[in-house]
Structures are given as structure tokens and as C-alpha cells.
């Protein structure tokens, strides 16, 4: 499986790449934990591309989802 992704810097460079995994899931996962690591880096982020892939990573995202994961839970 793979998903397709942007990552985005502060000087607004633009730098599209794919993420693979076995899953879907794990994709997600991947991406979470990609974007994650950028939580206060100011002006950088990733991005998904593909609507499909937006809508599923929204449902992914739960509480559940995030704490497993590594998400800042304070």
C-alpha cells in the first residue's frame, strides 16, 4: 500500500513523496508520526494529496489512534 504526500517548509518549498506500507493502516500510521515530529517546528508540515486519503486518516485520527502512537497527550 502507499499513500501520497507533501511535505511542506517554512520557505514554502514544496516536496512531494510517497509513503509505503504493508497496510493502509500502517500508511497512515507513518504519516501521523511524520507530521508528529513537526509539531513545533513553525512554517513545516506534511500534507496529504489525494481527498481519499484525507478522509481516511480523519477517521483514523482518534484519541486511541494518537496515544498509541506517540501523540503529546498533556
Not at 511535505?7 to 509505503?20: A, D, H, L, Q, S
Not at 508520526?33 to 506534511?46: E, I, R, V
Request: hydrophobic share 30%; charged share 25%.
Amino acid at each position: 500500500m502507499k499513500i501520497e504526500t507533501i511535505k511542506i517548509t517554512n520557505y514554502n518549498e514544496r516536496v512531494p513523496f510517497t509513503i509505503e506500507a504493508d497496510t493502509y493502516d500502517e500508511c497512515l500510521t507513518k504519516f501521523f508520526k511524520l507530521n508528529n515530529q513537526l509539531t513545533y517546528c513553525n512554517g513545516h508540515s506534511y500534507s496529504l494529496i489525494d481527498e481519499k486519503d484525507k478522509q481516511a486518516y480523519s477517521k483514523w485520527f482518534s484519541i486511541e489512534n494518537y496515544a498509541k502512537n506517540g501523540g503529546d497527550m498533556w
